[in-house]
């Protein structure tokens, strides 16, 4: 069946520039996560949404990044004037309900010049 | 609040030698254990997971773990350990009651001829 699927699967960009990453999570699954991930590094967790509650923005690293779920399924992180530390791949995974396994997705790999 | 310890940033075992990678978790009540691997340039994949019941789990690739209560650990092991298992390696723990499931910093596994 169709696992996660997140687009564009690159993105180069200038700095300065806004970038919008999309995922699409497994149908049914009510959490989704979003993550980044440098090069060499372990996940940083970023948001977490499940089902109609308010997300978990803990991870958001500055006002620049933010992130929605429109009608429980896709999701859109976006990240506005992007800086070059914002390169990295950025990962989203969903699961069936919250604790259960995550899938991930391949991820989005974002490189700022 | 949960955490979760990989005391081993990156192992380097011999082809056909045993592994054990390390995993800690601080949670007061019985978590949710899971272990994740991640090869270069793929997305994550479950390898096993630890909810209730037998202590001993099975999972993917000839990959068991060990949940020990009284060590807050779950140890990920394998027997024989085969070239194609290089890779990253990711300790998760969730639980019940609004909390997510947070990751560890990771263990890189390097297989020697």
């Known amino acids: 069946g169709a696992g996660v699927s997140q687009s564009p699967s690159n993105k180069v960009t200038e700095k300065g520039k806004d970038v919008e990453l999309r995922c699409d999570p497994i149908?049914?699954?009510?959490?989704l996560y979003w993550y980044r991930q440098s090069l060499g590094q372990g996940l940083e967790f970023l948001i977490y949404?499940?089902?109609?509650?308010?997300?978990?923005k803990s991870g958001l690293p500055s006002d620049r990044f933010s992130a929605e779920r429109t009608g429980g399924s896709v999701s859109t992180l976006t990240i506005q004037r992007t800086q070059q530390e914002d390169s990295a791949v950025y990962l989203c995974?969903?699961?069936?309900?919250?604790?259960?396994?995550?899938?991930f997705g391949d991820g989005t790999r974002l490189s700022i010049l | 609040a949960q955490s979760v310890t990989q005391p081993d940033i990156h192992i380097t075992v011999s082809e056909g030698a045993s592994l054990e990678l390390r995993c800690n978790y601080s949670?007061?009540?019985?978590?949710?254990l899971f272990w994740y691997v991640q090869s270069p340039g793929q997305g994550l994949q479950l390898l096993l997971k630890?909810?209730?019941?037998?202590?001993l789990v099975q999972g993917i690739k000839g990959f068991e773990a060990e949940f020990k209560r009284s060590q807050s650990s779950f140890n990920l092991r394998k027997p024989s350990v085969h070239w194609s298992d290089a890779a990253e390696y990711f300790c998760?723990?969730?639980?019940?009651?609004?909390?997510?499931?947070?990751f560890g910093a990771g263990t890189r596994l390097f297989v020697k001829a």
């Open positions: 149908s049914g699954h009510t959490a």
């Open positions: 949404f499940q089902g109609n509650s308010a997300p978990d």
């Open positions: 998760a723990v969730g639980a019940e009651g609004g909390f997510k499931t947070i």
């Open positions: 630890y909810f209730s019941g037998d202590t």
């Open positions: 995974a969903s699961s069936a309900r919250q604790n259960q396994p995550q899938h």
């Open positions: 949670y007061g009540a019985t978590p949710y």
